[in-house]
């Protein structure tokens, strides 16, 4: 081996490794700004009384309920909301079709896979 061999190794070996590094250093930038971006907006505090906007500017909305006052329809909205919250954290659960183990063999595919692990490699005959 020669030399000049060894030195074109080593320096291809620092310039791919390098490249490899710095790309992944890249992606890490690119990921860490993506995150910065999408990451939520803290709720600015109301502005002082003196600065508030006139009465006419903010807009309102009015809900129409039949029966419902105000107090009512905020409550419900507030109910709604915490009961998707809570089934948003439970779905997983619900969206299985049988408890995990429940069932041994639970499709052909599984039940072959599970036979070639636990039998012995099978010898040639001759």
């Given amino acids: ?21 710095a790309l992944l250093a890249l992606l890490m930038v690119v990921l860490m700004g993506i995150g910065r971006l999408d990451r939520k907006r803290p709720h600015l505090p109301p502005p002082p009384a003196h600065e508030a906007a006139p009465a006419e500017a903010t807009p309102t909305v009015h809900i129409v309920a039949d029966g419902l006052d105000e107090d009512q329809v905020a409550a419900i ?4 909301m915490t009961h998707a919250e809570h ?6 659960p619900e969206t299985r079709a049988h408890a995990p183990g429940s069932q041994l063999f639970a499709s052909r595919w599984l ?14 005959r001759r």
Avoid at 111 to 116: E, K, T, Y
């Fill in 1 to 21: 081996m020669n030399l000049q061999d060894l030195q074109w190794g080593l320096m291809m070996m620092v310039v791919g490794m390098g490249t490899v590094f």
């Fill in 87 to 92: 089934r948003r954290r439970l779905a997983a």
């Fill in 111 to 124: 039940a072959v896979g599970r036979g070639r692990e636990s039998s012995p490699f099978p010898r040639e």
């Fill in 77 to 80: 909205t507030v109910a709604v």
